[in-house]
């Protein structure tokens, strides 16, 4: 529809650029800049965490031995699911590994669930409330913090963390050090730079494959969600290419949704066990 006098126009790219853009401490100068903070990725991350939280207590506060409900039931499946795949990877002490399995899973559901959000809904309610920025816009935020590459870069982080955590809890300091230098070629001192180098990029590439594939697939579903909702954006009145493309719209959108209900456990899934399979290649010997 034409615009209303005083209004900004807005083109399908500046419409996705929008819905794309974070509400952020200050703007970003370069690819990699570390004074910027993503506020909306930090505020989700932290709230669906403690959803996660609040979920996996009542699963445990709820445990019966009689006949569980659906919401017991459903988590001794989960439970389960998750102890097999973990007694199957991790060949020791899974005191704390197996829930921090549980825990990542059901977390990187929840977050990558926030897809289903309608992609205008906190755009919308910003503007019935009258928030816009400087330039007329309604304030940057976005709802899937997996989406991110900030945010999943910092889960891979964390599981790098225990990585080399585990690696010299399983093998001690000396005996993870020596692993660096002497594995996979030999002990031959003419080969410790040699290993020492593929070991520092075999524990790069797999922080940066774990948080790429996440953020990948997060960030390509957002988009097609933005790009089949501009197809309703042509309305212009019961017009037959109005019609068609709305129609196409909920067609689109439909299909997409459905399959997005096995995207979003898959690649929780996925981050999951590559989780359990790097922590349990800590435990294995050089």
């Given amino acids: 529809m034409a615009p209303e006098a005083g209004e900004h126009v807005v083109t399908s790219s500046s419409y996705i650029t929008h819905h794309l853009g974070h509400w952020r401490s200050s703007p970003q100068t370069s690819i990699v800049d570390f004074h910027v903070i993503n506020y909306d990725t930090i505020f989700w991350s932290v709230l669906l965490a403690l959803v996660t939280f609040l979920l996996l207590r009542a699963a445990a506060k709820g445990a019966t031995a009689g006949v569980p409900g659906r919401f017991q039931n459903a988590f001794e499946s989960l439970v389960e699911l998750v ?22 899973l059901v977390w990187v559901v929840l977050m990558n669930s926030m897809d289903f959000l309608p992609v205008d809904l906190f755009a919308t309610a910003f503007r019935w409330a009258g928030l816009h920025t400087a330039e007329g816009h309604e304030p940057f935020f976005r709802v899937v913090p997996t989406a991110d590459l900030n945010g999943t870069f910092g889960m891979g982080l964390v599981v790098f963390f225990f990585m080399i955590y585990y690696g010299i809890k399983i093998h001690s300091f000396g005996g993870f050090i020596k692993g660096l230098f002497t594995a996979p070629f030999g002990h031959h001192p003419a080969l ?95």
């Fill in 83 to 104: 102890e097999d795949q973990s007694k199957s990877i991790v060949h020791g002490n899974r005191t704390f590994i197996a829930p921090l399995a549980l825990t990542v």
């Fill in 192 to 286: 410790w730079l040699p290993n020492l180098f593929i070991n520092i990029i075999e524990y790069a590439a797999r922080t940066v494959s774990l948080s790429m594939r996440l953020f990948g697939n997060m960030f390509a579903g957002e988009l097609l969600f933005l790009l089949i909702a501009l197809l309703g954006a042509t309305w212009v009145g019961f017009t037959t290419q109005s019609v068609a493309l709305a129609g196409l719209q909920v067609l689109l959108g439909t299909g997409w949704a459905l399959f997005h209900l096995l995207i979003v456990p898959l690649q929780a899934f996925i981050f999951m066990m590559l989780t359990l399979v790097y922590i349990g290649q800590a435990h294995e010997g050089h």
